[in-house]
């Protein structure tokens, strides 16, 4: 299983407290630093000292960090026109050595839209759908070709599809739990599939739909890495466990019933559920980005039992 960081800044985060972590997992040896696209706040809190950009993080994190791969779970498809988006992304894989994956999603937050004054258009999966076609377009251009796109939504005429990331290929993350489409999208575009904070039945219900719509596009089923991002709330003993659950503002029982939580054993033995239903690769949404003991409890008292 690789194990991975997944944050959610819009709940208050400066740059300098995602740096601390992200230099921390990379320390432990987590596999990726991930974080979420989003400028407002969910819930209760005045989410002080308020939203980070996604991307701007992510390019300053390439240039503080060495290993750990970098990326998004998911980048609003509403606050980025593609062609700029493929832009972004390939010039912080630069900055990174190649070390960047891109989650991509259609958007979904209204309030945060309205917030700040962005366009929440209507359709949003098929501009996705277009999105994810100008983007892979324009990385996948030959050098000295160019690239035109005609859409419902979107045109691009003659693009020089410059500049072009450091990595063969950028993995593509796309995620949700959209019968059809969202399935059918996955098995078109994507490197991996992500399932956010669902249970095991789930998960393997909706990794079985896109393992179906991979062999009916003449695609192995097993090209796809299969994820899942959880919340986490690991503890020693209960006690850890219950003081852990009282920061984030959440009930243990909750967070076992729907997360990751618990002793070091008991998340060991949830983990593993998930993997037998066909995930490899596990999020952790760590919500209070002060505790780093809490990272390294995950990396030394859970991985090391799962391989």
């Known amino acids: 299983m690789d194990f991975r960081i997944f944050t959610e800044p819009q709940q208050g985060a400066s740059y300098d407290t995602l740096l601390r972590v992200a230099q921390a997992a990379e320390e432990l040896d987590y596999d990726g630093f991930f974080r979420s696209d989003h400028y407002l706040r969910m819930g209760d809190g005045d989410g002080l000292p308020g939203p980070t950009d996604a991307w701007i993080t992510l390019a300053g994190l390439a240039r503080e960090t060495r290993r750990i791969r970098l990326g998004t779970l998911m980048t609003a498809g509403t606050f980025r026109l593609p062609g700029v988006l493929a832009i972004q992304v390939a010039q912080v894989d630069a900055m990174s050595g190649g070390r960047v994956e891109l989650g991509l999603g259609a958007g979904w937050f209204e309030k945060e839209h309205t917030a700040y004054g962005i366009p929440f258009p209507d359709r949003r999966i098929d501009r996705l759908e277009e999105q994810l076609?100008?983007?892979?377009?324009?990385?996948?251009?030959?050098?000295?070709?160019?690239?035109?796109?005609?859409?419902?939504?979107?045109?691009?005429?003659?693009?020089?599809?410059?500049?072009?990331?450091?990595?063969?290929?950028?993995?593509?993350?796309?995620?949700?739990?959209?019968?059809?489409?969202?399935?059918?999208?996955?098995?078109?575009?994507?490197?991996?599939?992500?399932?956010?904070?669902?249970?095991?039945?789930?998960?393997?219900?909706?990794?079985?739909?896109?393992?179906?719509?991979?062999?009916?596009?003449?695609?192995?089923?097993?090209?796809?890495?299969?994820?899942?991002?959880?919340?986490a709330c690991v503890g020693r003993d209960d006690a850890e466990v219950a003081r852990r659950a009282a920061a984030i503002g959440r009930e243990v029982d909750e967070l076992k019933a729907n997360g990751l939580a618990g002793t070091p054993a008991e998340v060991v033995e949830r983990i593993a559920r998930y993997r037998e239903a066909g995930s490899s690769r596990i999020y952790f949404q760590i919500l209070d980005l002060d505790d780093l003991d809490h990272l390294e409890l995950i990396a030394t008292q859970v991985r090391p039992q799962l391989g």
Not at 138 to 154: D, I, M, Q, V
Not at 185 to 207: C, G, H, K
């Open 133 to 231: 076609a100008i983007v892979t377009g324009l990385w996948e251009t030959a050098p000295g070709e160019t690239f035109s796109f005609e859409g419902a939504h979107y045109r691009l005429t003659d693009s020089p599809a410059l500049p072009k990331p450091v990595q063969s290929r950028i993995p593509l993350l796309i995620g949700g739990m959209g019968p059809k489409r969202t399935p059918a999208l996955a098995a078109r575009y994507a490197d991996e599939f992500n399932l956010p904070f669902v249970s095991v039945e789930q998960t393997v219900e909706q990794i079985g739909r896109v393992r179906a719509a991979a062999e009916e596009r003449g695609r192995a089923a097993d090209d796809l890495v299969y994820s899942n991002a959880l919340v």
